[in-house]
């Protein structure tokens, strides 16, 4: 009778890790959707500073997007 108690405490803590990453996870885009405009007003005095930053932030943003689906099973 322990051992099923251990393997249920065992996939309780493994489902709060998981929950945990995953939340970490979806907050990424909570720092990127403000920091797209932020970038096109902050840097108006250097278009190709500004042009850059703005790709090299959306790149980021869309492979932070495929790495989130590529890793859902329920994607495939």
């Not at 405490?9 to 990127?32: C, F, G, H, T």
């Amino acid at each position: 009778m322990a051992d099923g108690k251990d393997d249920v405490d065992q996939w309780k803590e493994l489902n709060e890790a998981r929950k945990a990453s995953i939340q970490r996870k979806l907050m990424v885009p909570l720092i990127y959707a403000p920091m797209l405009p932020l970038i096109r007003i902050g840097f108006n005095h250097n278009p190709t500073l500004r042009n850059r930053l703005y790709g090299a932030s959306l790149i980021a943003a869309l492979a932070h997007a495929g790495y989130i689906m590529a890793s859902d099973s329920s994607v495939l």
